[in-house]
């Protein structure tokens, strides 16, 4: 797999092909978005269904290589909450 870099800006949508980011980006090349935006009564979709979907994502398949797994449950410590 070809190497990637990442940035993350804001930005809003212009219309169904367009966005306008607070950050330059490379003009000119295919890149990959994930795009976030506040979850309200009238976004269409469940948290739910949202979890479902992000679970399915292939974005996050590099998380079931063994070598992303660097912590154990022995790693830093316990924490008090206030009550």
Partial sequence: MKEMRAIE???RVIDARHIETT???PAGQWVRLVIFWPSGEDD????SDWMVAAAKNS???FLANPAEDVYTL???EAIELEK
Avoid at 44 to 47: D, F, N, P, Q, S
Wanted: hydrophobic share 30%.
């Fill in 9 to 11: 800006t804001t930005g």
């Fill in 44 to 47: 269409g979709m469940a948290e």
């Fill in 23 to 25: 950050s330059p980006i």
């Fill in 59 to 61: 974005l996050f398949d």
């Fill in 74 to 76: 022995d790693d830093g």
